[in-house]
């Protein structure tokens, strides 16, 4: 009937209910199966119910004791020890246990389980470490120090099997007090292997409990009882235990004080004995030593002796060293005195005969010279008496006329004076005439009256008057030499002075003159000549006499010459003989020298035998004193020893004692399952990640699906409106009519609801249960049993969501009247929208987008549809990608952006003083370690208003350091917060989980301490784990104890790594080093775990993206179909197929966008939700998603747009042309 | 040859299960270009086959289609859509205008992908809708839409008009005025127009009337003198 008509519809409605259903119950079912599958597997191996340890050991009384509580079904007690087990070149830490009855059954993989003692089987994941074979020995070693056979048979084990044990369902093995402070592997071995006084632990069955369900309220009831009812003994047994304890212990003190006091007797003998061998030797020694110090004393004196001797014998060479250098030196002198005497001997030799030839040659030369001489003195004298001959004439000529001359002269002047004078004389009488009127006036005017120029004129005259007078006398005087040389004149023969001014002008006489003139000037040269020629002859005797003189001198001059050689040549010789006779002496003086040397070698060698001997002597008394000291010493050593060990004794004793007195009640551990079994609750605690997953992920993906299948379903009653309102005219009643679409919903969604449970509770369980089995590897079966309940609710919820819109829209249409149902639905009216008001856009935009764009906004139903359908599962693949980024970011970030240090080691709180000292001076020495420092680290409990969780109090040393190692950021912004005094810091997990906020108060409970109050300063990123940090000056402000430190954080420097665990190995041998926990084998263990949830994640992905394939086919088939005439009509009019089809896929294409877009936006809002429900108490996960992930989603999403539309492609070729010829139906 | 269309023996023939339907049993007539020819018959009578096939919807199973030259009967599907963009004009009986483009953009529509378009605006004001460009087809009444639909077909200025009962759906008088339309449309553009109907009243305006009858023609006249739209009464 109908189905066939719409199989497609039917189908995918059918579909779409199944994977919805599928998914729902299918993830929701996945937690029940896998506790299911556990406990499976715990009840087969009998896993223990509680798990019962006490400090001190538990006894056989104990075991009894348990089994007699109420709710208990079994008990049995067991061994357990941490050992180290050589792996290749280094060792592993390993659990040794006891096989157990019927506890605990190991699962052998090969071999079989230890049958005797020696024999043990190894956990098969261990063999990852080293390659063991069955038939192997291996020898143990206790990490401690102890003995291992202390407690157990045998140290060396023969292995007879591998296996794995329920205890250890997953890869961590726990941690220990030694080696490297994590177990790798554990050991089973049987009971007899050990050799103990008490069990260490006993395994306890809970009654009733193995019927229920492990994880379930049911089993932790019980479970919880029956801790309870052990609890509630464990005060008396452990203080039974403690009476025990303290009597044995008594006794032993008891023996111990007696051994004590007849030790102390020994001692005392042994102390005097030593104190006679003391004295002995003293005087021993003193003896000795008195010896040595005479024969040192002798040594001494000769010792000088010898050195005195030394130095007078230096002393002495010294001298004759400087007589020697003297004495040469006179030598010296000797010599070059006796060459220079030769060689003037030679130079005199020379000069006498060169001066004998000189004489020979100049001697007669000087002789001849010298008669000579007076020969020419002799014709010298003639010549110039000639010459005086011939002058005097002619000179007496000459003077005669130089007389008539200068009387000729003297009488013109002579003349001429006495005309000038009677000239003057004329003159004066003239003017004395015409003055003498004037004079007789005035000498008649008495003298009185006389004016002055009167007076002066009288003077004048008088003056002029003597003045005449005087020149009358001039004239006298002139006139008589004119007459005494007119005598002369006339003398001379001449009469006149005329006459004789006309001879001297004559030419005889001039004549006359000149001759004799020049004669007397041929005569003067003649008798220079004579002079000069004297002159010459002078000189040359001169020489001849020097010469004579030099001659004689140098003859004088070498016969000095050789009276002084003769004189040095003496010297000389009494020198020589001086210089022989020192040089005899010296050489005497050195043979006395050398004698004495050679006594003086004497006395040192013998001095030397002498210093060789005192030496022996003395370290022979050295020695001896040393041994005597050193047997003393060690006398005395023994003795302290014996005293140390009595005092040590003694205080053991009484540490014994007052330990005895401390001896506290020995602790009783009581855990249940989740509190022993770390990998147990892990187990259970992924069971609850998955329901949290169940709770949100599918109910998303169901909304989709139901929402799909109600559209349909609307849509179909809808396209059949023509059809109910024939049926309704033809009078058909409206449940009847109804009925159809509801059979039909009700088909389909049923159907498809069916389906889905009985594939979906099968197949998604499994996958996820097989996923985590990559964790928990021993865990055999995989139990997937049908859950009714999340059936019944799945189904229930389609079926109604469904039915509901199927009847409401019935509904709808059945109450429109049968008339109007029969004629088509008013079309669709074409509206204007808002994109056309932008012209620009608008115009550029082909009709076909036009109309696409319209279309989009005209079906706004299916737009928003196929956005809700698209945009869901775009959200939820990205939900999917994102949980995976969230999940797997936060181990990086935690372990490299907020907490830095590669490990963190924690010490007992006993730990002294000194051995932390040593710790620390043991870091400070590692080259390879960076950075570290210490912290108090303490679970607390922390409250606020609305709740209470335990968190790690930490308290930095030094605030400084740590935040070197630790990060205190905030996730959201770039602040980085720093530890301030008053305030602390909370991380972001726990603030969530206490409804906190920064600057809001908190109350920490410190089970010693009490509770206080602290502010909230700020709260800083962090994922795994929760802290609250707190400065030590609050520490101890709120506390009023300073905080002891208990870890010690350390970083290794960049590239050293890998030596993070030789420094923690180191660490653990200190004894009160409890443990040490490496931040890569965290991350490790956290990446482990958080693996299995990628799997989860891949389903989670591939079922959105059948989803989202299946919700796009059908809201474009449902296009397609509702379109069909108008699709023919553009065929008929000549589109071509692919212009069609595009016609199409624009619109599918943009709806698949938006859908994509609001997906994105719909997905981070969904993630935040999600991720905070996913997330487990102790771990924040992350809040981002990484772009990838929204690149991926988008892919995915457009990608199987693509598809679809691909397929579509298809079915749009099939439409017939002719539906367009078809009226409208 | 030589006629504008001319149908030589077409055949087709469906495959019912065992049996063989021949919805056109050996059809053949000519038009001549310019003509208005109308197709009557009773239903079923395969009228609507020979529309389909020169409409180049649907392919002959045997004979020949020619039209302007080619035989459209050979022509394969991509051949057949490009001869439907191209040569033929389609105006439906129930219109099938895209109900969210306006008149206007209806006309453009069918333009966008032709070789040589008329005016759309021009078009329209010519088959009476000058006013009425930007309404959308739900705004028009149905004679306004068929309006807009010949427009359509118009506009790509087609070789071949073919209407199917394109009065169907409309009264009267309307119809008569669509007719006119297209009576005009054929004398003042000399477009060869096809129409079929099951209505013979129409005959008398037609230049040529086909008469079919059990998938065969079984009278082919030549009206010379055809009648104006307004005297047909029916």
């Not at chain 1, 004439?393 to 009387?407: A, V, Y």
């Not at chain 1, 001849?544 to 001198?553: C, D, G, I, V």
């Not at chain 1, 990123?1021 to 707190?1030: A, D, Q, V, W």
């Not at chain 2, 483009?101 to 032709?114: G, P, S, W, Y």
Request: glycine fraction near 6%; hydrophobic fraction near 40%.
């Amino acid at each position: 009937m109908e189905i066939r008509k719409t199989l497609g519809r039917f189908v995918s409605i059918f579909f779409i209910v199944a994977l919805g259903v599928a998914f729902y119950s299918g993830i929701r079912s996945s937690e029940p199966s896998m506790r299911l599958s556990g406990d499976s597997y715990f009840d087969k191996l009998k896993l223990m119910d509680i798990k019962v340890m006490g400090t001190m050991g538990l006894t056989e009384d104990d075991i009894r004791a348990i089994q007699a509580v109420d709710g208990i079904e079994q008990v049995e007690g067991s061994y357990s020890k941490d050992v180290l087990c050589p792996v290749e070149d280094a060792e592993k830490v390993v659990h040794m246990i006891s096989m157990e009855k019927s506890f605990n059954k190991v699962q052998v993989s090969e071999g079989r389980l230890p049958e005797k003692a020696g024999e043990c089987l190894i956990d098969e994941d261990f063999l990852g470490y080293g390659d063991y074979k069955i038939g192997d020995k291996i020898t143990f070693r206790s990490g401690n120090g102890e003995d291992l056979k202390e407690s157990l048979v045998t140290d060396t084990f023969t292995i007879v099997g591998f296996g794995n044990s329920p205890l250890y369902i997953s890869f961590g093995r726990g941690n220990s007090t030694i080696g490297n402070g994590e177990v790798s592997g554990f050991v089973v071995v049987s009971k007899e292997s050990f050799d103990m006084d008490v069990f260490t632990e006993a395994y306890v069955r809970v009654e009733d409990a193995g019927r229920e369900i492990a994880y379930t309220d049911k089993f932790n009831e019980l479970s919880d009882a029956a801790v309870a009812a052990l609890e509630d003994i464990k005060e008396q047994q452990c203080s039974i235990r403690r009476q025990n304890i303290v009597d044995e212990a008594s006794e032993e003190v008891t023996d111990a004080e007696e051994t004590l006091a007849e030790e102390s007797g020994k001692l005392e003998d042994a102390r005097q004995e030593l104190e006679d061998a003391k004295s002995t030797a003293a005087k021993e020694l003193q003896a000795a030593r008195k010896k040595l110090e005479d024969g040192e004393a002798q040594l001494a004196s000769s010792r000088q002796q010898i050195e005195d001797g030394e130095a007078q014998l230096a002393e002495g060479k010294k001298q004759l060293a400087a007589q020697q250098s003297t004495l040469d030196s006179g030598r010296k002198d000797y010599e070059s005195g006796l060459a220079e005497v030769k060689k003037n001997e030679t130079n005199l030799d020379n000069a006498e005969s060169e001066y004998l030839a000189n004489y020979a040659q100049y001697m007669p030369l000087i002789i001849s010279g010298k008669e000579e001489i007076a020969k020419r003195k002799e014709e010298i004298a003639q010549g110039k008496q000639t010459i005086e001959q011939y002058l005097a004439p002619i000179e007496e000529g000459l003077t005669q006329i130089t007389q008539l001359e200068s009387l000729n002269s003297g009488l013109i002047e002579v003349e001429k004076g006495i005309t000038d004078v009677a000239n003057a004389i004329g003159a004066a009488e003239q003017s004395l005439l015409e003055k003498k009127p004037e004079y007789e006036r005035i000498s008649l005017i008495p003298e009185a009256e006389r004016t002055e120029e009167e007076k002066q004129f009288l003077v004048d005259w008088e003056n002029l008057k003597a003045t005449k007078k005087g020149l009358e006398d001039t004239k006298a005087g002139l006139e008589a030499k004119q007459g005494e040389l007119t005598v002369q004149m006339q003398a001379a023969g001449f009469a006149t002075q005329a006459e004789l001014d006309a001879y001297l002008k004559s030419e005889e006489f001039l004549d006359q003159k000149k001759e004799l003139e020049a004669t007397k000037a041929k005569l003067d040269t003649q008798y220079q000549e004579i002079l000069n020629n004297e002159q010459e002859l002078l000189k040359t005797e001169e020489g001849l006499l020097a010469k004579e003189q030099e001659l004689l001198a140098a003859g004088q001059q070498i016969a000095d010459g050789k009276s002084q050689l003769v004189e040095a040549k003496n010297q000389l010789a009494r020198a020589k003989a001086q210089i022989d006779d020192g040089q005899r002496q010296i050489d005497a003086a050195w043979a006395t020298v050398r004698g004495k040397e050679q006594t003086l070698e004497d006395g040192k060698n013998q001095l030397a035998s002498g210093e060789q001997e005192l030496q022996d002597g003395r370290s022979e008394y050295e020695q001896a004193v040393i041994d005597a000291a050193a047997q003393i010493a060690d006398g005395e050593e023994q003795i302290a020893d014996g005293e140390a060990k009595l005092t040590e004794a003694k205080q053991d004793i009484a540490d014994a004692k007052a330990e005895i007195e401390k001896i506290e009640n020995p602790k009783w551990y009581v855990q249940n399952r989740e509190d022993a079994l770390e990998e147990y609750k892990g187990y259970g605690e992924n069971a609850d990640r998955m329901r949290s997953i169940g709770r949100v992920f599918p109910v998303l993906f169901f909304l989709v699906a139901a929402l799909i299948s109600l559209t349909t379903m609307t849509r179909m009653v809808e396209e059949q409106r023509v059809q109910i309102g024939t049926m309704k005219a033809l009078g058909y009643s409206k449940l009847l009519i109804a009925k159809k679409y509801i059979y039909y919903a009700l088909l389909a969604t049923f159907g498809g609801s069916v389906f889905g449970v009985l594939v979906g509770e099968k197949v998604f369980p499994f996958i996820i249960i097989y996923a985590y089995k990559i964790m928990y590897q021993h865990i055999p079966d995989i139990l997937v049993p049908y859950h009714l309940e999340y059936a019944v609710q799945a189904t229930a919820l389609a079926v109604l969501c469904t039915l509901l819109a199927t009847v409401l829209s019935c509904y709808k249409e059945l109450a429109s009247q049968p008339a109007e149902l029969m004629r088509p639905p008013s079309p669709k009216q074409g509206k204007r929208i808002l994109l056309e008001r932008v012209k620009p856009v608008w115009k550029r935009l082909s009709f076909i987008w036009k109309s696409s764009i319209r279309n989009l906004i005209r079906y706004k139903k299916r737009f928003f549809m196929t956005v809700f359908g698209i945009g869901g599962c775009m959200a939820l693949m990205l939900v999917g990608f994102g949980l995976k980024d969230c999940i797997f970011e936060i181990v990086e970030i935690q372990y490299e952006k907020i907490q830095f240090y590669d490990a963190s080691v924690y010490f007992d709180d006993a730990i002294t003083g000194e051995e932390r000292e040593e710790i620390l001076s043991y870091m400070k020495n590692q080259n390879a370690v960076s950075k570290y420092t210490q912290a108090r680290m303490q679970k607390i409990k922390a409250k606020s208003d609305k709740a209470e969780e335990s968190l790690y109090l930490t308290v930095p040393q030094n605030v400084e350091e740590f935040e070197k190692l630790v990060n205190f950021g905030s996730r959201t912004s770039d602040d980085v917060y720093s530890l301030e005094k008053d305030q602390v810091i909370l991380t972001e997990k726990m603030s969530q989980l206490l409804d906190v906020k920064a600057g809001d108060k908190i109350t920490i409970k410190d089970e010693d301490r009490g509770e206080r109050e602290v502010t909230i300063g700020a709260v800083c990123e962090n994922y795994i784990g929760h802290y609250l940090y707190i400065t030590p000056e609050l520490y101890e402000e709120l506390f009023g104890a300073p905080a002891r430190d208990n870890s010690l954080l350390y970083m290794m420097k960049e590239g050293q790594e890998n030596r993070t665990e030789d420094v923690g190995e180191h660490l653990l041998n200190y004894d009160n080093v409890l443990n040490v926990s490496y931040t890569s084998s965290l991350e490790e263990r956290m990446d482990d775990m958080l693996r299995s949830l990628n799997l989860v994640i891949v389903v989670l992905i591939i079922s959105a993206g059948m989803l989202a394939f299946v919700v796009l086919y059908n809201l474009n088939n449902i296009n397609i179909t509702e379109r069909k005439r108008e699709l023919a009509t553009i065929k008929v009019l000549g589109f071509y197929d692919i212009e069609v089809a595009s016609y199409v896929y624009r619109e599918n294409i943009l709806l698949t966008l938006i859908g994509a877009l609001a997906g994105m936006g719909l997905g981070k809002i969904l993630l935040q939700f999600v991720v905070v429900t996913v997330e487990v108490n102790e771990a924040m996960f992350g809040r981002d998603i990484h772009w990838p992930s929204y690149v991926y989603s988008l892919l995915f999403t457009v990608g199987f747009s693509l598809f679809v539309n691909w397929v579509m492609f298809f079915k749009l070729r099939r439409i017939d042309m002719v539906e367009s010829l078809k009226s409208v139906e | 040859m030589g006629e504008f269309v001319e149908l030589r023996d077409v055949r087709k023939i469906y495959h019912m299960g065992e049996i063989d339907i021949a919805a056109a049993d050996g059809i053949d007539f000519v038009i001549k270009k310019g003509e208005f020819a109308v197709v009557v018959g009773p239903s079923g009578a395969g009228k609507t086959t020979v529309l389909n096939i020169l409409g180049g919807m649907d392919t002959a199973t045997s004979g020949e289609v020619w039209i302007d030259g080619s035989d459209v009967a050979k022509y394969n599907a991509r051949q057949l859509t490009s001869y439907r963009r191209d040569d033929i004009g389609f105006v439906f009986q129930f219109y099938n205008l895209i109900p969210n483009l306006t008149a206007l953009e209806n006309v453009e529509l069918a333009l966008q992908i032709c070789k040589n378009p008329l005016d759309a605006e021009a078009v329209l004001t010519d088959v009476g809708l000058g006013e009425r460009f930007d309404n959308f087809p739900a705004q028009l009444s149905g004679g306004e839409q068929q309006r807009v639909s010949i427009a359509r077909a118009l506009a790509k200025n087609p070789k071949l008009l073919l209407c199917d009962e394109p009065t169907g759906a409309l009264d009267y008088n309307t119809g008569k005025a669509i007719l006119k339309l297209l009576q005009d449309t054929c004398r003042k553009q000399g477009m060869t127009v096809i129409l079929i109907t099951h209505n013979s009243a129409i005959a008398p305006m037609a230049d040529r009337v086909i008469k079919m009858k059990n998938g065969k023609v079984s009278k082919m006249t030549e009206n010379k003198e055809p009648v104006p739209v307004e005297t047909i009464e029916w």
